[in-house]
C-alpha cells in the first residue's frame, strides 16, 4: 500500500512542481512588466502563452491521476 501511495504522489507531485513554477514566475514577470509599464514582444507573449500552456497540461495530468 506504502509502494502505491508514493507512486501517486510521485505522479501528482512532478507536474504540480512545474504548474507552480510557471504560475509563479508568471505572476512576477507580468508584476514587473505593468510595474515598468513595458509593451509585450512577440516573443515574452509567446514565452507567456508557452508557460499557461504548460500549466494547463500540468494540471490535467493531476487532475488525471486523482
Given at each position: 500500500m506504502g509502494?502505491?501511495?508514493a507512486g501517486v504522489a510521485h505522479e501528482i507531485n512532478n507536474p504540480l512542481s512545474y504548474v507552480l513554477y510557471n504560475l509563479e514566475s508568471?505572476?512576477?514577470d507580468l508584476r514587473l512588466i505593468c510595474k515598468k509599464e513595458e509593451t509585450l514582444t512577440p516573443s515574452m507573449?509567446?514565452?507567456i502563452q508557452n508557460r499557461f500552456n504548460?500549466?494547463?497540461q500540468g494540471?490535467?495530468?493531476i487532475?488525471?491521476?486523482a
Open positions: 509502494m502505491l501511495a508568471l505572476t512576477e507573449l509567446a514565452d504548460e500549466s494547463l494540471s490535467i495530468r487532475r488525471n491521476v
